[in-house]
């Protein structure tokens, strides 16, 4: 049961209202050069709205299609149509009483604004998966989990950064959807670019005059970031992060690349560069496209509302004491 | 390099999110060996994030009311419908079906929450500004 | 001096007297002709212990066994236009049991975020970003944030812990109007306090080149007895590179509010944490 809770977590139905992007090829990152975005005040390129992140492209590419980075036309619409299907069967599911959780579908959580894209997965590449981890990497991973083995509800300090409402991993950087209210608010005055993420309201400043980074003994959770422009570009780069926050199993030495280009009216292409030479024999990439929408983002206050933790807890604690009264 | 195509989709499409937007433990919090089934009056409806929650007075056969609370999920997207903190009255007479916390006590999951009457809570159909909703901008 | 001689002194009149105070001084404009506010700021005063004016004042009891001196009400002139907060005669004793159990009580302890106006003037800095359909505040403390709609006013759907903000410029203020704040928070340390009626309305009005007037008229029927007024200046941090850093104070919360649900027999210090 437990394991279908957790599949259905992962994976919710979701009605795809799709915008249409202007025909661009946005497939590597130097291509995106056909069309002159508008300049804020300051004369720098204007990223400013309000967008989502949320994409039905998915993260790595399914094993049976190999090599292969984009789906033609027909195939895309194949796609779409077997989507569909899957969702619609899901979304009958979640409707089911039996299941232990809310419904998604009652509060429209189900329902959000993408892209179309053709590509097969979101990191690009001939092989669009991540790296294998390095084993150094791996044993620290093996470690992490040998420790927490049996202590998983021990205390709030055992929980994931999630759970206790201290960083959410779509945050990143790089930011990723978190599968709903996948939005994302920039704001640009002279020379910064301001990126606030609804969930979990964490914003990120970055400046783009040219200064360093933080000395290196200063690590962040969501790292430090520097920004500066190339042509239509922002690109942004985040490094002194701390070795809990663990994107896709990294370390402290993570070092993320993005680039933000705006690409249509409606639409930013997000891309970024990841490596970590701890973690991964080699960098990696990824892309996703943004669609602007029509709506402010709401405040996600999380500490502040955060009954699960303490429920959860307090759920183990008397399940703990269910099992020495029995045992008795 | 291939164009993008676009065209408008119609009908539902899998997500792909992160694994870790599951951001608790719900199997922990909640017990699906405590199905329940409860009819009641709503006296308060939190709307907050992670999760609103649903309160609400429910009257034993005894006649002795006991006061539940049903997690829902986040209200953001229901604000970007048009909902707001008044869609959801004071007094409004509600069925949940869903499961009880695993500590025993009266809170719950609600895994379907309706109006006395069978309609869900949420209608659709309803149209930004119905309830004195924030305009979108734009 | 000769009667004549003072007669012409007073004809010329001394140069200052009879003449209006200064203009009023005009901030550089951004590139759309607007005050620029863009900069990392932050208040020079100690009322996010307590905005009415107080000597020093005893740590709570539940501390000052422990840090002593350092955790003592430091003393401030107090930044409440008339000097005291006017509350209603039926809510004065709510604020004085706020006081009483203000470590037990006040939201800054479990790392809520403070809503408007105490951002303003909590001991961290905050950065304007600036642009011309929304001003940014971003708040070191938690990481808070609030975005200033610059367009057509709209409403709040439901209350929130920073509240609902629509702005417009008067003359050389940037004049915000706050509502839908959800109840929880407080003005300060000792307790101040207010309901779900709260309405602010700031002003940030460039004074010199690195600091500006920071006003905040306070309304709220509920608890108390007519509209009030805080004001400060508030300073830009002129040092090279400045910036906010990373203050994501919940976990330094999580005792005070999930210790009494560990697990018997571990301890925070000692237990078998990786994420340590």
Redesign the interface.
């Known amino acids: 049961m437990s394991q279908r809770v957790v599949a259905f977590l992962f994976f919710a139905a979701l009605i795809a209202v799709v915008l249409v992007p202007p025909p661009l090829a946005a497939q590597t990152a130097n291509a995106v050069k056909s069309w002159t975005p508008p300049k804020t005040a300051d004369g720098v390129p204007d990223l400013q709205g309000v967008y989502s992140n949320a994409t039905t492209v998915p993260f790595e590419r399914p094993k049976n299609l190999g090599s292969k980075e984009f789906y033609t036309e027909q195939e895309t619409a194949e796609k779409a149509k077997a989507d569909a299907a899957a969702a619609a069967a899901r979304a009958a599911r979640d409707a089911d009483p039996n299941t232990v959780h809310y419904d998604l579908g009652q509060f429209g959580l189900d329902q959000r604004v993408t892209a179309v894209s053709n590509r097969t997965s979101q990191v690009i590449g001939s092989e669009g998966t991540i790296p294998p981890l390095l084993p150094e990497a791996q044993a620290r991973i093996a470690a992490k989990n040998a420790a927490m083995r049996g202590h998983n509800f021990d205390d709030v300090q055992h929980r994931s950064l999630s759970e206790r409402c201290i960083m959410w991993p779509n945050e990143g950087p790089p930011m990723l959807s978190p599968g709903y209210n996948s939005d994302l608010q920039i704001v640009q005055g002279p020379g910064y670019v301001a990126i606030m993420q609804e969930m979990i309201h964490d914003t990120r400043i970055i400046p783009t005059d040219g200064r360093p980074h933080l000395p290196e003994n200063i690590r962040v959770l969501m790292g430090d970031s520097r920004g500066h422009w190339e042509g239509n570009t922002l690109v942004i780069d985040t490094t002194n992060f701390t070795d809990r926050t663990a994107f896709r199993n990294s370390g402290e030495n993570l070092h993320v690349i993005e680039r933000l280009t705006r690409t249509s009216d409606k639409t930013l292409l997000y891309q970024f560069t990841v490596d970590d030479p701890k973690t991964w024999a080699k960098p990696w990439s990824a892309e996703v496209t943004w669609v602007g929408i029509n709506n402010p983002i709401y405040e996600y206050a999380c500490q502040e509302g955060n009954y699960g933790l303490p429920n959860i807890l307090s759920g183990q604690r008397a399940a703990e004491k269910e099992q020495a009264n029995a045992a008795k | 390099m291939r164009a993008m195509f676009a065209w408008l989709i119609a009908g539902a499409a899998l997500l792909t999110g992160l694994p870790a937007w599951a951001h608790h433990a719900f199997a922990q919090e909640f017990d699906e060996k405590r199905p329940i089934k409860l009819q009641g009056t709503v006296t308060k409806w939190e709307v907050i994030n992670p999760h609103s929650w649903i309160h609400l007075d429910v009257k034993g056969p005894d006649g002795k009311v006991t006061s539940w609370m049903i997690e829902g999920g986040s209200p953001n997207a229901l604000f970007r419908q048009g909902f707001t903190k008044d869609s959801l009255p004071t007094g409004s007479e509600i069925v949940v079906e869903g499961f009880q916390a695993k500590d025993g006590s009266t809170r719950g999951v609600g895994s379907n929450v309706v109006f006395k009457d069978g309609r869900k809570l949420f209608l659709s159909n309803n149209t930004p500004g119905q309830n004195g909703a924030a305009a979108p901008e734009n | 001096m000769p009667a004549a001689a003072l007669a012409a002194l007073a004809l010329t009149g001394f140069p200052a007297l009879g003449q209006q105070a200064q203009a009023p001084y005009r901030a550089p404009r951004?590139?759309?002709g607007k005050p620029?506010l863009?900069g990392v700021w932050q208040a020079m005063n100690n009322a996010n212990w307590d905005l009415e004016g107080h000597a020093a004042g005893m740590p709570a009891k539940e501390v000052v066994g422990i840090l002593g001196a350092q955790f003592a009400t430091p003393p401030d002139l107090g930044v409440v236009d008339g000097g005291s907060i006017p509350y209603l005669p039926a809510a004065l004793q709510k604020r004085k049991d706020n006081f009483a159990s203000r470590v037990k009580l006040d939201?800054e302890v479990?790392?809520?975020?403070p809503g408007v106006p105490r951002a303003t003037y909590m001991p961290y800095p905050f950065?304007?970003?600036?642009?011309?359909?929304?001003v940014?505040f971003?708040y070191e403390y938690?990481?808070?944030?609030r975005?200033v709609?610059m367009?057509a006013p709209?409403?709040?759907?439901?209350?929130?812990?920073?509240g609902w903000s629509n702005g417009k410029w008067d003359g050389e203020s940037l004049v915000v109007d706050v509502t839908s704040q959800?109840e929880?928070t407080w003005f300060d340390r000792s307790g101040d306090y207010h309901s779900d009626a709260l309405h602010v309305v700031e002003r940030y009005t460039p004074r010199s080149p690195d600091t500006m007037m920071y006003e905040a008229t306070i309304e709220d029927p509920k608890v108390f007895s007519r509209p009030w007024k805080i004001s400060m200046p508030l300073y830009r941090h002129v040092e090279?590179?400045a910036?906010?850093?990373?203050f994501?104070c919940?976990?330094f919360?999580?005792e005070v509010?999930?210790g009494h649900?560990?697990?018997p027999g571990?301890d925070?210090y000692t237990?078998?944490?990786?994420?340590?």
């Open positions: 951004t590139a759309d620029n863009n939201p479990k790392c809520y975020m950065q304007i970003v600036q642009s011309t359909q929304n940014m971003v938690a990481g808070s944030v975005v709609n367009a709209t409403k709040a759907p439901a209350d929130s812990w920073m959800i929880d090279k590179n910036q906010l850093m990373e994501k919940v976990e919360a999580e509010l999930y649900l560990r697990k571990t925070p237990s078998t944490n990786p994420n340590k």
